[in-house]
């Protein structure tokens, strides 16, 4: 096992790498930037080091600043979270090169996840099903007419470096092809230095449901079950759950199937999430997959009792998983909220000075935050500030729980979206848990 691991992340999921790298006995060093110094991950870990100025292009994005800070530190491992370095196939080949692990799967499976269209065209070629649409990427508009036409509209255009919602466009009608390809194009150039582009029905009023895999480096491959992560505001998620309200067992069982077979094709280690678009009918199809540890993780790890970013780190030394297939079940439900420093109608985000927290507790209850009373919001970050969590027995009994969860906890001094959270806990759409989507602007 490691003794030594360099943390290149900041908030909330700093401090819950290092809590996973306390209890297996692992030393810490936080890469943080100029204003994050006076973190809580930074004052908790065992050593820290500063990377760079508070924009994270010249921080926590920083490759030399960050190589450098390993070596300085005699770190063995670097675990990039999530964001950031997180899903950079760059990052990860020069970890390999100067003999750092990276904690996370190899740059291979990186590079080719990373690349949407790629990772469609080996979904469809390990038997997983597809939305159906184009071949790799497509090559001229003439291309793009001729598909749509034959598949139908509405079409979505994906960037094929996008992903997670970034570069996608939803095409309704013949003559808004050429104008939205173009467009299209041009974004993801810019976006992403790609211009790459691939086309797919519109799937409407469909679900989006993940499955959490685990691979370690032997070839055993297991899932941890589904999370249900639809309710999103401009592909922002909100509310996460596990398991997934609309799946019946005949469905569930095909989507850990394809999971799976796409981690098999990929020869995936390390923990993943293999996204899913489910429709009415129970089919579904394969969108994307994440090649990182993910925000929602502790709703999975709240139904198995499997820490996963111990597993990241054990596998990326070269532990073998812990139990097999057999070993995992899924006990309960679990609901996540993310609780946002934004305002609860517009989602304008409001960093500030916190002037008291006092979070949530009780049975069923976990709170993942950086916080503290008298903590100033940085304005160059995202807006997470805390995810809530809780288990039930069933949906009902955590959809209380989260309601009473959301009562009791104490925000001053900024705006959170708990006043959000619980309109949406009391939407009957949402309770229903069926497939219609609450109206997150209007209704709510
Ligand atoms: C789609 C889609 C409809 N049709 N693809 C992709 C990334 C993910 N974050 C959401 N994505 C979607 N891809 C096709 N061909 C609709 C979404 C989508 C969505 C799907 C289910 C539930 C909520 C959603 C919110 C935004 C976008």
Not at 23 to 36: P, Q, Y
Not at 145 to 172: E, H, N, Q, T, Y
Not at 378 to 389: E, H, Q, R, T
Request: glycine residues 8%.
């Amino acid at each position: 096992m490691f003794q030594k691991i360099l943390i290149a992340n900041r908030g909330e999921i700093a401090l819950r790498i290092l809590r996973a790298c306390r209890e297996l006995g692992i030393r810490t060093v936080i890469a943080h930037s100029k204003v994050d110094a006076q973190s809580l991950p930074v004052r908790l870990a065992d050593e820290s080091i500063c990377v760079g100025p508070d924009e994270a292009r010249s921080s926590y994005l920083n490759i030399p600043s960050i190589i450098s800070a390993a070596y300085i530190t005699d770190s063995e491992a670097i675990h990039p979270g999530y964001g950031f370095l997180s899903e950079n196939a760059a990052f990860a080949d020069i970890c390999r090169a100067c003999g750092i692990v990276f904690i996370g799967p190899s740059p291979e499976a990186i590079r080719l996840m990373g690349d949407k269209a790629q990772a469609r065209e080996l979904a469809r070629q390990a038997g997983v099903a597809i939305i159906p649409g184009s071949e790799g990427p497509l090559k001229d508009e003439e291309q793009a007419l001729s598909l749509a036409d034959a598949i139908g509209f509405p079409v979505m255009l994906k960037a094929a470096s996008g992903g997670g919602g970034r570069g996608m466009r939803i095409v309704r009608s013949r003559d808004a092809l050429p104008q939205s390809f173009a467009t299209c194009q041009a974004e993801a150039g810019a976006a992403f230095g790609s211009s790459e582009v691939y086309l797919e029905k519109f799937l409407d009023q469909a679900r989006h449901i993940e499955v959490q895999v685990l691979g370690d480096r032997a070839g055993t491959r297991i899932h941890l079950g589904e999370r249900d992560c639809s309710v999103q505001r401009r592909h922002q998620k909100l509310l996460e759950e596990s398991p997934a309200p609309v799946l019946v067992s005949e469905t569930r069982a095909g989507l850990y199937k394809a999971a799976l077979s796409l981690a098999q094709a990929v020869n995936y280690t390390s923990a993943g999430t293999v996204e899913f678009l489910v429709d009415r009918e129970g089919h579904f199809y394969f969108i994307e997959m994440n090649t990182r540890i993910q925000v929602e993780h502790p709703v999975t790890e709240m139904v198995t009792g499997i820490d996963l970013v111990r597993e990241q780190i054990r596998i990326g030394a070269g532990e073998s998983l812990g139990g097999k297939q057999e070993a995992v079940s899924l006990v309960g439900h679990a609901i996540e909220c993310r609780i946002n420093a934004e305002d609860p109608a517009t989602f304008t985000p409001c960093p500030g000075r916190v002037t008291a927290w006092v979070p949530p507790g009780g049975p069923g209850v976990r709170v993942d935050s950086h916080l503290l009373a008298s903590y100033t919001i940085p304005s160059v970050y995202d807006s997470l500030i805390a995810k809530i969590i809780v288990h039930g027995r069933d949906r009902e009994e955590a959809i209380r729980r989260m309601q009473r969860a959301l009562a009791e906890t104490i925000v001053e001094g900024i705006k959170t979206t708990i006043p959000f959270h619980q309109r949406l806990l009391a939407d009957p759409a949402f309770l229903a848990g069926g497939f219609a989507l609450p109206r997150l602007e209007v209704s709510l």
